[in-house]
């Protein structure tokens, strides 16, 4: 059975309040990947929410980029998820303000009915601790919002 993975992809942009440095951080964004049963990342495009550039994301972590391409119509909006859902469902995601990634994770499990498993809605660290909410897909009618607590590890 095909997972789903959120997953960060490299964008070669620069953030606005960083470009003034002299070696400015690498600007990374979060996409929803499929992982297939070869564990073969399925081949799709994301835009950079930063530049507007397209990249082919080809496996979890790795893009590439589209060189000359600020825009691609064949890209899942948030708004073309929203009619695949049933609406408590498209409630939840949009009260809490879910980015595109989040939607197209909530949407595989529902679709994929791969019950019990949750999408993370959002999260704060404050002196290394995490803290937010996640979202439990427990059937076709039954969902569930609960909070987590954890301390962060850096290493």
């Not at 992982?35 to 530049?51: E, I, L």
Request: glycine content about 4%; overall charge neutral.
């Amino acid at each position: 059975m095909p997972t789903g993975q959120k997953h960060l992809i490299k964008c070669r942009c620069v953030l606005l309040q960083f470009r003034k440095r002299k070696d400015p951080p690498v600007h990374q964004f979060t996409v929803f990947s499929v992982v297939d049963d070869d564990d073969k990342v399925k081949t799709k495009f994301a835009q950079c929410p930063n530049c507007g550039i397209v990249h082919k994301v080809v496996d979890i972590c790795r893009s590439e980029l589209l060189l000359n391409r600020e825009a691609m119509s064949s890209i899942v909006t948030i708004d073309d998820i929203k009619i695949s859902l049933p609406e408590v469902l498209v409630t939840i995601l949009s009260a809490n303000i879910a980015d595109l990634p989040t939607w197209e994770a909530a949407q595989f499990i529902y679709e994929n009915k791969q019950w019990g498993q949750f999408v993370v809605l959002n999260s704060d660290t404050e002196e290394g601790i995490k803290q937010g909410k996640y979202l439990m897909i427990l059937g076709e009618k039954l969902f569930k919002i609960e909070q987590f607590t954890r301390e962060e590890v850096i290493k």
